[in-house]
């Protein structure tokens, strides 16, 4: 079955206290991203990475680190976290090509931030 | 920049009822528009999408027309059901471009 995983599903921690996101796909999807979702806001994007070693910041990326070794796997790293990144967090995945912009989005990350 | 405005919620309808969200956008050039459904608990899932003007996509009994003219991607069904009550999101992205820029959502509750 076609997915992507978020782990963990659910997150409380404390201001300072680094933390990471895990998002992995099985699709073999070159373009990975990452989205915060606030209220009224609707979604609005991290980080994204073309590829393996490439990536770069979307609208909103401070605070925040990716990386991508893997295709499969792309990371979401909170080096010193805040209360106001207290949000509900979505990782993404699409091929490049004909279908591109068909995204794929995991089942989300609620993270709270005390 | 790119952006988009829907429709504020929340809506709340009965069954069989007749849903509209309107949806405009702002965009440089001839933008893909794309309604995204996420049920409770879940993640986004693409609903439709048009990737030029005078489009119509469909699908799940929900239809969407692109109109260049008024730069509207407005949802619509003609009935619906319980199972529609979900948070609805309009996005849209450049062509040369794979982020998705997205509405503030719509929250729509149908009740039996």
């Known amino acids: 079955e076609a997915q992507v995983t978020q782990n963990p599903r659910y997150l409380i921690t404390v201001t300072g206290k680094k933390l990471t996101v895990t998002c992995s796909q099985n699709?073999?999807?070159?373009?990975m991203s990452w989205y915060r979702q606030d209220p009224g806001l609707g979604l609005r994007q991290i980080y994204y990475?073309?590829?393996?070693?490439?990536?770069d910041k979307g609208d909103v990326p401070e605070g925040y680190k990716v990386s991508r070794k893997e295709k499969r796997n792309f990371p979401l790293i909170l080096e010193s976290p805040s209360p106001n990144q207290t949000s509900l967090y979505f990782c993404?995945?699409?091929?490049?090509?004909?279908?591109?912009?068909?995204?794929?989005f995991g089942a989300g990350t609620r993270l709270s931030v005390l | 920049g790119d952006s988009v405005t829907q429709m504020e919620g929340p809506v709340t309808l009965s069954e069989e009822a007749f849903l509209t969200i309107n949806c405009t956008y702002t965009?440089?050039?001839?933008?893909?528009l794309f309604w995204y459904v996420q049920y409770p608990g879940e993640g986004l899932q693409l609903l439709l999408k048009?990737?030029?003007?005078?489009d119509k996509g469909s699908n799940k009994g929900f239809e969407a027309t692109y109109r260049k003219e008024t730069t509207s991607f407005h949802l619509e069904k003609g009935s619906v059901q319980v199972s529609d009550s979900a948070v609805y999101f309009c996005?849209?992205?450049?062509?040369?471009?794979?982020?998705?820029?997205f509405g503030a959502g719509t929250t729509v509750t149908v009740r039996a």
């Open positions: 990475s073309m590829n393996v070693e490439v990536t």
């Open positions: 699709m073999n999807h070159e373009y």
């Open positions: 996005a849209l992205s450049d062509p040369g471009d794979y982020k998705l820029s």
């Open positions: 993404a995945s699409s091929s490049i090509g004909p279908a591109k912009n068909i995204q794929y």
């Open positions: 965009a440089t050039g001839y933008p893909s």
């Open positions: 048009a990737t030029k003007a005078d």
